[in-house]
């Protein structure tokens, strides 16, 4: 299955700008009538500031048909919190405002959560006379989800792509890309069991590079680094997204490349991003004529995908997104690996072969605002921390996190079996499965700085602490031996060293 959603979302005011409601009407009615060129399905979703907007409202009425879905963008605005009898608290006193308080759902109370999605939902119905499918935003707290799924028969919702300290949010050790079901105690969080998994399936958003999404600049080439708008995702708006053969090799990655089964992407672009206009309105058109001169890629609404993806998975799916070559100058490589036990991903750059992140998921571990209002700057959703070389600094500081001691040859990648994904790289492999990870290789090598976390070391067991969660790599294969300047050796007399990662 092959799928790219095409979702602009559309806000009604940005008062960083100068008379944005004409602005960001004039650009959305560029978008509309850019689309409405093509025969494809596409996904608009519309801020409650904007369901309230005659002119809005006229233009998705008048100038969309059938193959248009019109879903909920949920960024909280001053008009819905008024609607709700609710204050507004912007300290810029803007009607809508990209921190977190009072922008998103979290910086609510449980109660108020409600109050505010019932509003949005009933205003959305009132107005075109149904309730929406898709619900997405850069972030949406669990209580919204599982709120969502128990009361409005919701298909699809979507949530931004991992990200550091960008704009007011953190999104560190998630499903990479694609659709994953959530746990009801954390969003952020794939369910390993049906006990605690929710129903409707929660894509990300912006198609990720992957290679250069996770640590960015680190990797890429003097040229790349001196450009002032490099955003690495399909976001037609900025460098990357707006660049042909750039995002020929999106394509490449994403669809051609080892995937097991499920290749997903989101195009479009928000309607704020008026700002870069034309790049905008070039880079939509370029990526949506490449993949109909493909032929083999399905546009479909977002709520599609999400009832697709119902009718095809019970559970969340091991899935891959596979990076073979670069589209810059350095020699890179880099396979995600996805299930609803872990993320991981195997990194190669020149001879050295190293896991760059790897993070467990368990579904028991609850959203920090799951009954408490978010009362920071900015919010932060994660999941369990093994490896995570994005903090360290400097080559011998952690930087090849989970260093492989093998000749560094290319990637090849080859599916076995359902969920299992192997990628060889000469006589040497690695072998992802759902439960555990498989490795060839004359040994391992952990580097202290790489694990942000308590670590503690026996010969069979590297036991974690992050926070209040207590979790494991189980060594079925292969001996630990903490070295004397803190770091891990795993060897095993044959070359085979089995990793199970485990919940306490």
Not at 42 to 49: M, P
Not at 268 to 284: A, D, H, K, P, T
Not at 311 to 320: D, F, I, N, R
């Amino acid at each position: 299955m092959k799928v790219v959603n095409l979702m602009c979302f559309v806000r009604q005011i940005d008062e960083r700008l100068k008379n944005s409601t004409e602005q960001l009407f004039d650009f959305t009615k560029q978008q509309v009538a850019l689309v409405n060129e093509y025969p494809v399905d596409k996904t608009f979703l519309l801020q409650y500031d904007t369901v309230s907007d005659e002119q809005f409202v006229r233009l998705f009425k008048e100038e969309t048909d059938e193959r248009t879905e019109l879903g909920l963008w949920y960024e909280i605005v001053e008009p819905l919190t008024t609607a709700c009898g609710l204050p507004y608290r912007s300290e810029n006193g803007w009607k809508w405002d990209w921190h977190i308080i009072p922008g998103f759902s979290m910086a609510y109370t449980p109660h108020e959560r409600e109050l505010l999605i019932d509003e949005a939902m009933r205003k959305f119905k009132e107005v075109f006379g149904f309730y929406p499918k898709t619900v997405a935003s850069w972030l949406i707290d669990t209580h919204t989800v599982n709120y969502l799924t128990e009361h409005y028969d919701i298909s699809a919702m979507a949530i931004c792509r991992d990200q550091a300290n960008t704009d007011a949010y953190t999104l560190r050790g998630g499903y990479f890309n694609g659709g994953y079901y959530p746990s009801k105690s954390n969003m952020f969080t794939p369910a390993q069991t049906a006990e605690y998994q929710g129903k409707t399936p929660i894509f990300r958003l912006l198609g990720p590079c992957p290679i250069y999404n996770y640590d960015e600049k680190k990797y890429v080439s003097d040229e790349i680094k001196a450009i002032k708008h490099v955003c690495f995702t399909l976001e037609p708006g900025c460098f990357v997204g707006s660049t042909p053969k750039i995002t020929d090799w999106f394509w490449h990655a994403y669809y051609d490349n080892e995937s097991l089964g499920f290749s997903y992407a989101q195009i479009g672009q928000e309607n704020s991003f008026m700002i870069f206009g034309e790049q905008v309105l070039r880079g939509m058109r370029m990526q949506i004529e490449q993949l109909l001169d493909r032929g083999d890629v399905t546009f479909q609404k977002m709520k599609d995908t999400g009832d697709a993806f119902r009718g095809l998975y019970s559970e969340t799916p091991a899935t891959a997104v596979s990076a073979m070559d670069t589209w810059d100058t350095e020699d890179l490589q880099s396979v995600w690996y996805d299930c609803k036990h872990y993320s991981a991903n195997l990194f190669r750059a020149g001879e050295r072969i190293f896991f760059r992140s790897f993070f467990l998921f368990d579904e028991r571990v609850k959203d920090h605002y799951l009954e408490k209002t978010c009362e920071t700057f900015d919010a932060v959703y994660e999941n369990l921390p093994l490896i995570d070389t994005i903090f360290c600094e400097g080559e011998e500081g952690g930087a090849y996190g989970l260093s492989l001691d093998t000749e560094g040859d290319s990637f090849v990648t080859e599916r076995e079996g359902e969920n299992a994904l192997r990628i060889r790289f000469g006589e040497d492999s690695v072998l992802f499965r759902e439960d555990r990870i498989e490795i060839r290789a004359k040994g391992l090598y952990l580097y202290r700085k790489a694990v942000p976390t308590a670590l503690s070391v026996e010969a069979h067991t590297l036991s974690f602490r992050y926070k209040d969660a207590c979790y494991r790599v189980e060594i079925e294969k292969g001996t630990a031996t903490l070295l004397d300047n803190g770091d891990i050796k795993i060897s095993s007399a044959d070359d085979q060293i089995l990793l199970r990662p485990a919940r306490a």
